[in-house]
Each structure stands twice: as C-alpha cells, then as structure tokens.
C-alpha cells in the first residue's frame, strides 16, 4: 500500500510535541483529569421489559420500575479540573456533564442536581433532570440517556489541557457518536466536540441535540438574539415578546401562562445563546459559530402546577429547572412540520459530521447583550453614557475598540484574564451606529445588520397530494424512522407516475432496508433506465447487488455512485469492501486512497489499518494509522481490536474499555464490519469473545454470554467448514431468550442457516424479529406461525400476538399466561385485549386477578379502575383512585381522566336517584387535580370543564323543575367529546 504522507507528518507531529523542555511544562499552568466515585440520593429504575417490542425504539427495550424512595448511591465520576472550573461528569448517567462549578464562587453555572431521581420521560423511560447531556440519532432524549456509556480518560493534552471523550453506538441509526469534552489547562471554559459517523450503508435520520439543564430561580433572564420563535410543529410567533399577551417572554417568570413551552428562537444571525440570574449576577454562555450549530432551544415545563409538579419529582431540594439547547437544524420536528419548511433531515451514509461548542460562567456584568469564544460583553446606558462590562474567559492581548459608525470612539489595549472584568464607558451611541470590534473579531454589531429573512412559512398553494408531494412526506418518513408509512407514500406518488426518478431511488432504498434486494434492483433498474448516471439509483444498485451476490453488477453501481459528491465516499467504502470479499488487495487500496486522506472517516482509516497490519508493514505506517484512528476516534472498537491484533494492547485492555449497557451489541457491530470487509478470521475472534460464558460483574454489562453472537458464530464456522458448527449451534438452540433481540441485516443469513438445519423454535423467532425489524411484517408473520405451539417461552407468544391476526391473538395471549402466570405485561396485554374487545367483564376479572399481585403498582391500579368504570362500578374505581400513588410521566393524565371520569359518572348515579346535592359535590371534586395521580392542574384557561358546566346547569334545571337545558346534549354530540357522550348517555339510559 502507498504510504499516505500524512502518516509520516503524524509521525514528525508527535515528535515535535515531545520538544518543550521539561521546566517549561513544569511551569504551565495545568488542567487534570481523574476518576472518582461521589455518592448521590438515587431513585432508581429497573424492571427491564422482555418482551421484544418491534417499532420505533427496537431493538432497545424500556424500563418500567420506578420508587418515589431515595437511597445512597456511589456513582463513578469523572472529574476535570483548572484553577477557574471543575466538571464532574457521570460516566454511568449517559455521560452527563453533571455540574460545571465556577471555583472562586463555588456555583455551578448549569443545573446541579444533588439527587439523582429517575423518572419516566425518554424514549426507554428513565430520565433525571441536571446538567448537560449529548443526544443523537432519531429523538431526544437518546436511548443510552440514563445508562453507562462507553469513555476514556486523556490527560497531558497539549498545553497542560485535559479530556474526557465519552461515546455510544446507537442501535437506532447504527451511527457512532463521541463527545469530547474539554478543558484547557488555563482558562474559565470547556469545550465539547461532537463526532457522530454515520456507518451505516443508507441515509439515517439525523436528529442531534444537546440539553442542557439551568435552574429556574435569580431572576432569569434568556439571552438569545431573534424575532421569532418556531415550534415542534413548525409553526412560528414572535419573540422576544409574545404580541398576544405582551409578555417578555425572555424572562422566565414572564412565562406564567399557557403550557409547557418550546422556543426555537430564529430570525438573527448570532453564534451564541446565554441566561443571566440577576438576583445572582451569574449566568452561562453557549457559544460556537452558527454554520455548525444554528439550533436555538429554550424548554419550559410551565408554571401552573401542570409544570411545576415536576419541582419535587425530579428533585428533592434544588428546585425548578429549564432546558437551554443547541442543535444542528433549526426546530426539533414533529409529524406536523413537514409541512412547513423545517423538515427533517438525513444523515448521508459512510460522513462525519463534527462541531465544537464553547461553555463558560459570567460573574458581575449585570447581563449579556453578546459573546465570543472569548469574552462575554454586556452593555448598559446610564446618565447618557454607553458602559462595557466585558468578561474574558481566556488570557490574551488584545484591542477593544467601540465604533459610532465609521468613527472609533474608543481604543484600547487590554491585558485579559480569564474572569478578571475590564469596564469601561463612552458618550451614549446610538444603537443602529454602534460596533465594537475585539481585535479581529466582532464582538458587538447593531441587531438590524444581524436580522434574517428566512421564510417561516410554505407555499399555501402546494399540493401534497402530488407526485412531488407525495414522494416529499414518503422522504421526510424515512427521515423520522417510519419506513412502513414511508413506502405507503413513495408507492403512491409511483402511483401516480411510474417514472418518477426520485420516488423509484427511495423505493429501492425502502426495499433494500426491508431485505427485498430483487424488488431494490428492480426499483434501481427502472430508474437507471430513465437516466443512468442517476447517483441514488447506482448506490442502491449496487448495494442490492452486492448483497445478492452479483459483484460485477454491484461494482457497476459503485463506479458510477462515487462520481457524485453525495455516495462518494460510501461508494468507494463498498467498493473496497467488495475487492477484499474477491481478496483484492490492491483494489481496496486504490478506492481507499481516492479518498483522501482527511483522517476524518473512521471506515477507511480501519481498513487501511487493517490492509498494512495483513501486509506486515515493516515501516509501521499501520501503526500511524491506528494512532490517528485513535485520536479522531478514540472509541472506535475496530481501531482497539486493530490494535489488539496487531500487539500494541492486550487483549485484556481492550476488553476492560468497554463500560457502556450494551458492550456486546459493540463487538457484534464489529464483527459485521470485519465480514464485509473478508475478516472472517477477526469476526470470528471477536464472536468468540462475545458469546464466551461469563460471570456477572456486580450488575455491570460484560462482554460474552450473547445468544446471537453465538448463532453467528456457527453459522461462520458452517461457513468455514469447521466441525464444531453444529456444537456450537446446539449450544445457541439451549440459551435464554431473554432479552435477545436481533435486528441487524447481516443477522438474517445466520438465522435463515439456523432454520434449515432445524432442531429448535428459536431460530425461526429470532429470523422473525430481524425481517419485522427491516418492516418485513409478513415474513416475520409467516415465520412465527411455522412453529405452532412448539415454543415454551412467553415472549415468543407475546410477540406473535402483536403481529398475528386478529382471530390468533387471544389463542397466543393464553399460550403466553399459561406460560408466564404472574408476568404483570402479560396480564396487562390480556386486560387491554379484553377491553379492546369490549369484553368488560372479562377484564375486570383478569385486573382483580393481576392487580394483587402488585401492590401499590399504579400501571396495574390504572388497569383495574378502567376495568370498573367500564363496569359501571364507579365507587370502587373512585376509591381506589383515591389511594393510587401515580409516579408521573412527561404528559402523564391518565389517571387523572379516570378520577374525572369516576366523579362525574357518580355524578350521574346520583342525579338519577334525585341526590342532587351528592351530585352538586360529585360535580365540584371532579374539577380537582389530585396531585397523586401523576399530573398537575393547568391554568384555568387552558382547563376545559365544558362537561361539568353542563352538568352544574343539569342540577340546577332539575332542582328547580326546569325543563333540561342542551349544554350537555349539544357538548355530547361534539366530535372528540367521548366523555361527555358516555355521560348523556348514562343519564338518559331507561
């Protein structure tokens, strides 16, 4: 292989790093990095769900344990450290930078939460409120929010800096993520850099957002440039005073109406966003340059007790909380805004996105009107004078010069430290005249020169129901991970014209993710036929050859696929891929050079790595390779193992840097990289290492004991033509399913081998989960019905009923009780399948049969008063929603529509007997919000009490032989009023 000279420059590089003598360095000021342990008040979570739930979050499972009782916890720590800040970081809580302490003042500038107390809010459920957490792939909060994630420790960094990356592979997208959090060994702000490589073949959603928690309390105040603010929906209002009320709706107490809130602020073109706590004189900046993070979020829970509920539940003395965020697109998209234009967005595969963002306190400048990488700067007029309270948060030399249009009125030299204010004042300017520059840079330019005119709204004349339209929702779909509902619209903008390029190169893709390689190339085919340099439709050709087998024509795809700017370098990855299936080495070397030598794709500086460690390189240019992996991708398990077989570290290192919940999901990603690449030999090691039998470790996930890597690893030995692939096959067909939930692709030849060769239920299931999984529900459906009832595993039945017709379910949900008679998910499948079949009184049956079993279980309590109020035992449903203690979830209200529905029912009950006065209070207690129910009453106008009005004048009429007024008959003819027709209805039954 041709040395690429940036090796031989890393190599000089990290020579020329070692020059400075050692009493220099002994003089530098220096920042530290350490592991620590610190023990927090910790509400756990637990009680993992087994089942496998194949939609949005598979192949990740939720979590449904929660305690309102707190205990001691010692958590791990990371702990970053410089004579102005100190970070601790929890490696174990998705890597949250959990505090950021300002030392002179010992305050956390980002919200410290002195408890750690879970509670059901992500996407798998458990969520604690404090710090700064990263998210990536399709929605926030991301799968590994509350677990451990995999890190690494780097001291001694260039100029006494120090770090700590922390990092995840996300099942979801199958992108790898790093987070880089750095502090500088003299200065009074961090950095974190984000690196998220989507590995994957095909486009992903691309969702990435960081969260960072601030508390409520000091008189906060929002700095954050704009005229207007969007909403998850894509709709739009002003800011920073909301026209409809008059409001500030920048400071936080300004915000005590409506519901929880979601500001998108837009509109200026600014590189920062920061809060102030007047009562405090502290505050934060966020800051980094507006084409890497143009996102601008402030998240409110509210200020009725609708939000603030969430006070004690999140914590038990540090109050309230809000979330400032930064992300790469402008909103963060529901359904609805793909009608605005603020879509969702994709991730191309085989790129590397990266960005830095810049955090720092500010202390005792009464506010923040801008900021830079390197200083805040707040600016006041008082008795006809413009005052500067500028704030460094770096040492530097630098000018500071104040401009009144074209004339400075101001210059000066300034000798900056970090934290050490520099005030100055000149003769009041007017503020469309005033600039003031900080050397270079500008630090301050009038609002009107930064003020957008970006579109907030689409063309009222667009028609979605067109071919474009049509193909647009299909695209935004598969952006949001909804591929089912994606093809529906892709075939009908096809529909409505066959040729129609851009929907066939999405229906391939659609077709190559649900494992159809001959309907993808017959998608791709038809597009090519209509222009043939299409890129998309050659990307998707050849990679739906290439996994039928048909090399030549894959390679064809590819060729033309690498010509755009788009698929060039996923092309070359697969071409090089598929000259090592064909042991062309040469081959993959050439498409990997043609690259370029960015060292910003980890896929091809692995396979170089691996290319020059099989050529046995004597001049070690592998080894540069491996080095810079590492540093641009410390957590890279390809570049480790790389490392590990080439004898840099052993085995035993590499297996001990595994710290995240799912270490084997990591090997098995590996081990599929090294099989598309022909590294049987290194697949099959690494198999090895995760399907070895091993001791728990204290509860810590440990790499080995993987069901699925063992089926993997005799399918390859079959492959092989080793003997002991049945053995080990055997061996698979004995282990638990618990908690095996395949999904890849590459998983399906191991299963469809395991199926023929017959001998266990098991393989069909798991063959079933990976085609449901790609959206292939009628395989799955076949597969799970080629077995009967031979399987003796609850889970099977369970999720056979999930995507069996309608006539099959109750049969399985039996099979799955008999199997499992006190699993509580499969009581609550069968109660809800009884009421969805209107079976009321086989429901309550089977809630008074579950819910003892559960004491004090709201999610069982919940069961059993919808059990009684749909059997008419309305007193016992209030009583017991009188006692049920409802841990609460983000938009929880369940409970408290049960409690409503009970009051009003007996409302109802007693009104017929003639107790109107029983009724009167029936009436006014349905109108609390019992805070142990799990949700908090809004403000009055956001409060719809329609019902109980009517109601109110129901009692009236009668108490005084009035004939009956048509407030509620009219109220219960009302589309979406199904309370209110159930109430007419109890009232004028015979």
């Known amino acids: 292989m041709k040395h690429p000279a940036w090796t031989l420059g890393l190599l000089v590089l990290a020579g020329l790093s070692r020059g400075a003598s050692a009493q220099e360095a002994a003089a530098r000021p220096t920042a530290t990095v350490r592991e620590s342990t610190r023990v927090f008040t910790t509400y756990p979570y637990g009680d993992p769900n087994p089942h496998p739930i194949v939609g949005r979050i598979y192949p990740y499972f939720r979590f449904d344990g929660f305690t309102d009782t707190g205990r001691p916890k010692t958590w791990k720590t990371i702990e970053l450290e410089n004579r102005y800040l100190k970070l601790i970081i929890l490696p174990e809580i998705g890597g949250k930078i959990w505090a950021a302490i300002e030392k002179k003042s010992n305050r956390s500038f980002i919200y410290f939460n002195s408890v750690v107390k879970f509670r059901d809010i992500a996407m798998r459920g458990p969520w604690t409120s404090g710090g700064i957490e990263a998210n990536y792939g399709i929605i926030g909060h991301t799968p590994t929010v509350a677990g451990p994630v995999d890190y690494i420790l780097r001291p001694n960094q260039p100029g006494g800096d120090a770090e700590c990356t922390i990092g995840a592979l996300d099942l979801l997208t199958r992108t790898r993520w790093s987070l880089t959090i750095r502090l500088p060994a003299d200065g009074a702000y961090f950095t974190t850099s984000s690196t998220w490589y989507n590995g994957s073949d095909l486009e992903e959603p691309y969702y990435t957002w960081m969260n960072t928690g601030i508390k409520a309390a000091g008189g906060l105040e929002f700095r954050y440039p704009g ?353 090592l299936r064909r042991d062309d080495r040469a081959a993959a070397e050439r498409h990997l050079a043609a690259m370029g030598w960015t060292g910003v794709n980890p896929d091809q500086l692995a396979l170089a790595a691996r290319l020059q460690r099989l050529a046995g390189d004597p001049q070690d240019h592998a080894a540069a390779l491996r080095a810079q992996l590492s540093y641009s991708d410390p957590l890279n398990v390809v570049g480790q193992f790389e490392a590990v077989l080439a004898g840099s570290i052993p085995l035993a290192a590499f297996l001990n840097g595994f710290h995240g919940e799912m270490p084997n999901e990591s090997i098995l990603e590996a081990a599929a990289w090294y099989l598309a690449a022909g590294g049987t030999a290194e697949a099959d090691s690494l198999l090895a290492l995760a399907s070895r039998p091993q001791e728990s470790d204290g509860g810590v996930a440990v790499v080995g004991n993987s069901t699925e890597a063992l089926y993997w690893r005799a399918w390859l030995h ?195 007997a003639g107790r109107l006065g029983a009724a009167r209070k029936l009436v006014v207690e349905a109108r609390d919000w019992p805070e142990h129910l799990g949700a908090g009453k809004p403000y009055p106008a956001d409060t719809d009490e329609r019902l109980e009005d009517a109601l109110v004048d129901e009692i009236a009429a009668r108490a005084a032989h009035r004939p009956a007024p048509t407030a509620l008959r009219e109220l219960a003819a009302r589309p979406g009023q199904d309370l209110a027709a159930r109430v007419m209805a109890r009232l004028t039954a015979p």
């Open 718 to 912: 079959h492959r092989l033509g080793r003997e002991d692939a049945q053995t080990l096959l055997a061996a698979a067909n004995r282990a638990s399913t618990r908690m095996v939930f395949p999904f890849r692709a590459e998983a399906d030849p191991v299963f469809a081998w395991a199926v023929e060769q017959g001998g266990s239920w098991k393989p069909s299931y798991y063959r079933a989960l990976v085609r449901w999984a790609a959206g292939d529900t009628a395989a799955a459906g076949r597969l799970l019905r080629s077995v009967g009832d031979r399987p003796d595993d609850a889970t099977f039945y369970t999720a056979r009923a999930a995507i069996g017709a309608d006539d099959a379910v109750d049969h399985d949900l039996a099979r799955a009780r008999d199997l499992a008679p006190d699993d509580w998910r499969v009581g609550r499948l069968l109660i809800n399948r009884a009421l969805q079949r209107g079976a009321a009184a086989e429901a309550l049956a089977l809630a008074r049969s579950y819910a003892p079993r559960r004491p004090g279980d709201y999610i069982m309590g919940m069961l059993l008063a919808t059990a009684l109020i749909r059997n008419a035992q309305y007193p016992e449903a209030d009583q017991l929603l009188s006692t049920l203690n409802v841990l609460p979830y983000e938009g929880a209200g369940e409970a408290r529509h049960l409690y409503r529905e009970a009051k009003l029912m007996r409302a109802v009950e007693s009104l017929r």
């Open 227 to 579: 005229t207007s603010y969007l909403g998850h929906s894509g709709e739009h209002a002003s800011w920073p005073v909301n026209r409809e009320n008059g409001r500030q709706i920048s400071r936080y107490d300004a915000n005590d109406f409506g519901g929880y809130k979601s500001y998108h602020v837009v509109g200026a073109y600014t590189d920062f966003f920061g809060a102030y706590w007047h009562q405090d004189e502290l505050g934060m900046v966020r800051w980094a340059p507006r084409n890497e993070k143009p996102g601008k979020k402030i998240w409110i829970w509210g200020l009725s007790r609708q939000g603030m509920i969430w006070d004690k539940l999140l914590t038990d003395t540090d109050g309230q909380y809000v979330e400032v965020q930064s992300g790469r697109l402008f909103n963060q998209t529901a359904e609805p805004s793909t009608f605005t234009p603020f879509k969702h967005r994709g991730f191309v595969p085989k790129t590397t996105d990266r960005w830095t963002e810049y955090w720092y306190p500010v202390v005792g400048t009464g506010g923040i009107t801008s900021a830079t990488d390197r200083a805040a700067l707040n600016l006041t007029r008082r008795d006809g004078r413009l005052v500067l309270a500028l704030q460094p948060v770096a040492a530097f030399k630098d000018s500071l010069t104040v401009w009144d249009g074209t004339r400075a009125v101001l210059r000066r030299a300034i000798d900056a430290h970090p934290l050490e204010l520099i005030r100055d004042s000149v003769a009041a300017i007017p503020e469309a005249r005033l600039t003031i520059r900080l050397g270079d840079g500008v630090l301050y330019q009038p609002p009107d020169s930064t003020t957008l005119s970006r579109p907030l709204d689409s063309p009222a004349g667009f028609d979605w129901q067109s071919t474009f339209g049509l193909y647009l929702r299909g695209k935004e779909l598969m952006r949001d991970r909804e591929y089912l509902a994606a093809t529906r619209f892709i075939d009908q903008s096809l529909a409505r014209d066959s040729n129609f390029v851009l929907a066939l190169t999405e229906r391939a893709a659609l077709a190559y993710r649900a494992l159809d390689d001959s309907l993808a190339i017959r998608m791709a085919r038809r597009a090519l036929s209509i222009d043939t340099y299409d890129p998309a439709a050659n990307y998707y050709y050849g990679l739906a050859n290439a996994r039928s087998g048909r090399l030549a024509d894959a390679q064809d795809g590819f060729d033309i696929a690498m010509q755009s700017v788009e698929f060039r370098d996923a092309a070359r990855l697969a071409a090089a891929r598929l000259a």
